[in-house]
Protein backbone atom coordinates (compact mmCIF):
# COMPACT_ATOMS: atom_id res chain seq x y z
CA UNK A 1 0.00 0.00 0.00
CA UNK A 2 1.35 3.03 -0.64
CA UNK A 3 1.69 6.30 1.62
CA UNK A 4 -0.14 9.63 0.70
CA UNK A 5 -2.36 8.74 -1.82
CA UNK A 6 -6.44 8.92 -1.84
CA UNK A 7 -8.42 6.41 -2.73
CA UNK A 8 -10.92 7.47 -5.78
CA UNK A 9 -13.65 6.50 -3.62
CA UNK A 10 -12.94 8.51 -1.16
CA UNK A 11 -12.79 11.39 -3.37
CA UNK A 12 -15.86 10.88 -5.03
CA UNK A 13 -17.69 9.80 -1.69
CA UNK A 14 -16.56 13.25 -0.27
CA UNK A 15 -17.72 15.24 -3.07
CA UNK A 16 -21.49 13.52 -3.07
CA UNK A 17 -21.68 14.26 0.57
CA UNK A 18 -20.65 17.68 0.30
CA UNK A 19 -22.96 17.86 -2.56
CA UNK A 20 -25.91 17.07 -1.10
CA UNK A 21 -24.97 18.95 1.87
CA UNK A 22 -25.48 21.67 0.07
CA UNK A 23 -28.26 20.84 -1.60
CA UNK A 24 -30.27 19.80 1.48
CA UNK A 25 -29.34 23.49 3.11
CA UNK A 26 -30.56 25.37 -0.13
CA UNK A 27 -33.84 23.45 0.35
CA UNK A 28 -34.03 24.06 4.21
CA UNK A 29 -33.06 27.96 3.46
CA UNK A 30 -35.76 28.26 0.22
CA UNK A 31 -38.36 26.10 2.33
CA UNK A 32 -38.72 28.38 5.06
CA UNK A 33 -39.46 32.35 3.71
CA UNK A 34 -42.36 30.68 1.51
CA UNK A 35 -43.85 28.76 4.57
CA UNK A 36 -43.51 30.64 7.56
CA UNK A 37 -46.02 33.37 5.99
CA UNK A 38 -48.51 30.56 6.02
CA UNK A 39 -47.67 29.24 9.23
CA UNK A 40 -48.14 32.77 10.28
CA UNK A 41 -51.50 33.48 8.56
CA UNK A 42 -52.55 29.70 10.38
CA UNK A 43 -51.83 30.87 13.59
CA UNK A 44 -53.88 34.16 13.41
CA UNK A 45 -56.88 32.02 12.22
CA UNK A 46 -57.22 29.94 14.87
CA UNK A 47 -56.46 33.07 17.46
CA UNK A 48 -59.43 34.22 15.49
CA UNK A 49 -61.74 31.05 15.34
CA UNK A 50 -61.00 30.76 19.12
CA UNK A 51 -62.12 34.41 19.96
CA UNK A 52 -65.16 34.08 17.83
CA UNK A 53 -65.79 30.41 19.82
CA UNK A 54 -65.58 32.42 23.21
CA UNK A 55 -67.80 34.95 22.17
CA UNK A 56 -70.88 33.00 20.70
CA UNK A 57 -70.83 29.90 22.75
CA UNK A 58 -69.76 31.43 25.84
CA UNK A 59 -71.21 32.81 28.66
CA UNK A 60 -68.01 34.49 30.30
CA UNK A 61 -66.52 34.29 33.84
CA UNK A 62 -67.94 35.21 35.93
CA UNK A 63 -71.06 34.90 34.37
CA UNK A 64 -72.82 37.75 35.15
CA UNK A 65 -69.42 39.93 34.04
CA UNK A 66 -69.57 43.27 34.02
CA UNK A 67 -66.81 46.01 32.81
CA UNK A 68 -65.32 46.26 35.70
CA UNK A 69 -65.09 42.73 36.63
CA UNK A 70 -64.60 40.16 34.25
CA UNK A 71 -61.80 37.11 33.44
CA UNK A 72 -63.25 35.74 30.17
CA UNK A 73 -65.68 37.25 27.69
CA UNK A 74 -68.65 35.37 26.45
CA UNK A 75 -71.25 37.43 24.92
CA UNK A 76 -74.17 34.35 25.01
CA UNK A 77 -76.68 33.46 27.26
CA UNK A 78 -76.72 29.97 25.81
CA UNK A 79 -74.50 28.58 22.67
CA UNK A 80 -74.90 30.71 19.30
CA UNK A 81 -77.64 33.28 21.34
CA UNK A 82 -76.26 36.42 22.22
CA UNK A 83 -76.90 38.60 25.56
CA UNK A 84 -77.89 42.37 24.39
CA UNK A 85 -76.39 43.66 28.06
CA UNK A 86 -73.00 41.20 27.44
CA UNK A 87 -73.12 43.17 23.82
CA UNK A 88 -73.38 46.52 25.84
CA UNK A 89 -70.63 45.64 28.51
CA UNK A 90 -68.18 44.52 25.95
CA UNK A 91 -68.56 48.00 24.20
CA UNK A 92 -68.03 49.46 26.98
CA UNK A 93 -64.67 48.16 27.36
CA UNK A 94 -63.61 47.95 23.86
CA UNK A 95 -64.52 51.75 24.14
CA UNK A 96 -62.51 52.49 26.92
CA UNK A 97 -59.07 54.73 26.46
CA UNK A 98 -57.80 52.56 29.86
CA UNK A 99 -54.98 50.94 28.47
CA UNK A 100 -54.79 48.35 31.56
CA UNK A 101 -58.37 47.42 30.75
CA UNK A 102 -58.09 47.00 27.01
CA UNK A 103 -54.45 44.50 27.37
CA UNK A 104 -56.34 42.49 30.13
CA UNK A 105 -59.06 42.20 27.13
CA UNK A 106 -56.30 41.20 25.09
CA UNK A 107 -54.88 38.68 27.62
CA UNK A 108 -58.55 37.52 28.35
CA UNK A 109 -58.85 36.43 24.49
CA UNK A 110 -54.73 35.08 24.62
CA UNK A 111 -53.59 37.96 21.99
CA UNK A 112 -50.03 38.87 23.55
CA UNK A 113 -48.96 40.94 20.86
CA UNK A 114 -51.85 40.75 18.52
CA UNK A 115 -54.90 43.38 18.37
CA UNK A 116 -58.44 42.23 16.95
CA UNK A 117 -61.68 43.99 15.83
CA UNK A 118 -65.01 42.19 16.41
CA UNK A 119 -67.98 43.25 14.67
CA UNK A 120 -71.57 42.13 15.07
CA UNK A 121 -74.17 42.88 12.26
CA UNK A 122 -77.84 41.98 11.60
CA UNK A 123 -77.40 40.30 7.62
CA UNK A 124 -79.39 42.86 6.39
CA UNK A 125 -75.62 45.07 7.58
CA UNK A 126 -77.05 46.99 10.74
CA UNK A 127 -74.38 47.43 12.88
CA UNK A 128 -75.07 46.14 16.05
CA UNK A 129 -71.40 47.40 17.57
CA UNK A 130 -68.11 47.59 16.59
CA UNK A 131 -65.03 46.80 18.99
CA UNK A 132 -61.79 48.33 17.78
CA UNK A 133 -59.95 48.80 20.90
CA UNK A 134 -57.47 51.57 21.82
CA UNK A 135 -53.43 50.85 21.01
CA UNK A 136 -51.95 48.92 18.05
CA UNK A 137 -54.10 49.67 14.82
CA UNK A 138 -53.73 46.25 12.76
CA UNK A 139 -53.97 45.67 9.08
CA UNK A 140 -57.46 42.92 8.40
CA UNK A 141 -55.14 40.09 8.05
CA UNK A 142 -57.48 37.33 8.98
CA UNK A 143 -61.11 37.40 9.33
CA UNK A 144 -63.88 34.73 11.02
CA UNK A 145 -67.39 35.35 10.37
CA UNK A 146 -69.81 33.31 12.22
CA UNK A 147 -73.22 33.45 12.69
CA UNK A 148 -75.52 33.18 15.79
CA UNK A 149 -78.94 35.05 16.99
CA UNK A 150 -79.81 38.27 18.78
CA UNK A 151 -83.15 39.08 19.79
CA UNK A 152 -84.28 36.47 17.74
CA UNK A 153 -82.57 37.52 14.59
CA UNK A 154 -79.54 36.23 13.04
CA UNK A 155 -76.55 38.24 13.30
CA UNK A 156 -73.18 37.99 11.83
CA UNK A 157 -70.02 37.72 14.27
CA UNK A 158 -66.80 38.87 12.73
CA UNK A 159 -63.64 38.78 14.33
CA UNK A 160 -60.35 40.19 12.70
CA UNK A 161 -57.08 39.48 14.25
CA UNK A 162 -53.69 41.03 12.94
Given at each position: MMKGQVNIHFIISTVLFVSLSIYLVYLIIDFYPTHSKNIKSDILYSKAYSISEFLIKDKGYPENWNENNFERIGLASEPYSLNSTKINEFEKICNS?????????????????????????????????????AGRKIGKEVEIKRIATLNKNFVEVIVYVG
Open positions: KNLTKIQKLRDSFGLENNNFIVEINYLNNTNVMKCEP
